[in-house]
């Protein structure tokens, strides 16, 4: 999400920092192409120029027009503004008796999956979660719900067979609820394709019965030009107090995010960034901003990377390192590290100056399921020892896995490029405390990831060939 955007801004704010001195003219061009890049990214007309008026008004001021680098500057109060507009800072649940959600929004959005990430996150946190499903129009809305609550050990409320009126499966519901006793309920409610009055009568009449604390708007991040609307139909309704916004692990343009968060004023609190029950994240307004510029998320990549490592996985795999040991099977852990962490192209992104290297060849999940297949389709010994992969057995695997033997025998060479950097104790005690975590399990991050700092690249180095 928001690489064209991202793109765009960065060949833009390249521009003004080759200047030494910015003019009227300069500035009223810079912002003619960050408009035009904010609309292609379908954030809401009125939300692109009120944002552009507020950057151009600081931009002009004296202050930057006589700085030294006002290049950088105007960089700066772009990202301010932008965060302004985000939200400031990441905004809580209200979790305050009687503890209860109201999920809304269209259908297709992601509602059932993501009441389910929600229960997940929150059943982290310590809390009690609990699953009420309302959807009683789309088919297996409902057993959709139950499978995720029995994959998350979560319990999960679900009307009688054949109920088809939403009010009586809410008051139902709610008497269930008392049964249950303290806990976070969670209700998963019925969308449609486009707004109706329907939809948003039988939502009201929800919205009365369950008085929830908070009512959380799910939104598609590829929802588009429309998304001002839904939001505004919505927020009139059932007054939303939060949104959610999904898929942004897909190719959506984003600009949803930015207008919906403008025209309802209310805070995004979470984003889905995958399919899977745990690919939910809580919004960070100023990291959102900074990754929008091409600046990154390392804090954000350490956190992820904090929640995965395994400590005692993570110090047993520094002292094979420190004793040379290091092989196939150690490798495969690796990937298997980084798989958890996300989708590649998520985390090129997280790290400064690294976003335009997610779409380089080599870089990609594909190959690392193709590395992970390869050594997948060797024996224990292959692994441990890798010298004794001859043609032959090169072949077998090859035959295996279904990769040509070119990709295998990159493979090795990238195996053994790898055994030689280990080889220099400061380099590998580095790559240890970067990829698995240093004391306490914190991940450290290495220099060259550091903000301001350059990746150095092997040539002919990349996963998989």
């Keep these: 999400m928001f690489s064209l955007l991202t793109d765009k801004l960065e060949d833009t704010f390249r521009k003004l920092r080759g200047l030494g001195k910015i003019s009227e003219s300069n500035v009223a061009d810079a912002m003619r192409e960050i408009r035009l890049a904010l609309l292609e990214a379908d954030v809401d007309f009125k ?7 507020a950057i151009k008004e600081r931009a002009m001021g004296e202050e930057v027009l006589k700085n030294v680098s006002p290049g950088q500057q105007i960089v700066k109060i772009f990202n301010d503004e932008l965060a302004k507009i985000l939200g400031g800072g990441a905004t809580e649940l209200d979790l305050s008796p009687p503890q209860r959600i109201l999920m809304v929004g269209l259908n297709g959005a992601g509602k059932t999956t993501t009441s389910a990430k929600l229960a997940n996150w929150l059943k982290k946190q ?27 050990g979560v319990p999960v409320c679900v009307p009688p067979v054949g109920e088809t009126d939403v009010v009586k499966a809410t008051k139902a519901a709610l008497v269930w609820l008392e049964q249950q006793g303290s806990g ?5 409610t019925a969308g449609r394709q486009e707004i109706d009055e329907v939809l948003l009568s039988e939502l009201k009449k929800v919205r009365d019965l369950v008085q929830p604390r908070e009512t959380l708007l799910v939104a598609d991040a590829a929802t588009g030009q429309q998304a001002v609307s839904v939001a505004t139909k919505f927020h009139e309704t059932v007054t939303i107090t939060g949104l959610i916004m999904t898929k942004l692990d897909g190719d959506a343009r984003g600009g949803a ?23 939910l994240e809580v919004f960070h307004p100023d990291r959102m901003a900074q990754r929008i510029l091409g600046m990154g998320d390392v804090v954000g990549l350490v956190e ?13 795999m520094m002292r094979r390192m420190e004793q040379n040991k290091f092989d196939l099977t150690d490798m495969l852990k690796q990937l298997r590290f980084m798989k958890k962490l996300g989708p590649i192209s998520g985390l090129m992104g997280m790290i400064p100056g690294m976003s335009k290297m997610k779409d380089m060849p080599g870089v990609d999940d594909k190959r690392m399921k193709h590395v992970e297949a ?7 010994k ?39 950097l280990m080889s220099n104790k400061g380099m590998m005690s580095q790559m240890a405390g970067g990829l ?25 180095f990349r996963l998989g060939g």
């Excluded at 939300?47 to 008026?53: Q, S």
């Excluded at 390869?374 to 224990?380: E, V």
């Design 257 to 279: 995010l930015l207008s919906m968060r403008q025209v309802t004023g209310c805070p995004v609190k979470f984003l889905g960034t995958g399919e899977k029950v745990d690919a």
């Design 304 to 316: 992820k990377a904090a929640q995965e490592i395994d400590e005692k996985e993570a110090m047993g």
């Design 374 to 380: 390869i050594i997948l389709s060797m024996t224990p």
């Design 126 to 152: 310590g809390k009690r979660p609990l699953l009420i499903a309302l959807d009683l129009y789309r088919p297996a809305a409902v057993t959709q719900l139950q499978v995720l609550g029995q994959q998350l």
């Design 436 to 460: 698995f975590g240093g004391v306490g399990g914190m991940p450290q991050i290495p220099k060259g990831m550091m903000p301001g700092g350059k990746m150095k690249r092997s040539k002919g």
């Design 47 to 53: 939300v692109a120029k009120d944002l552009i008026e």
């Design 382 to 420: 292959e692994r441990a020892k890798p010298e004794v992969l001859n043609g032959s057995r090169r072949k077998r695997i090859a035959s295996g896995c279904g990769r040509p033997v070119m990709e295998i025998n990159q493979l090795l060479k990238q195996f053994d490029m790898m055994k030689k």
């Design 184 to 188: 976070v309920a969670i209700f998963d």
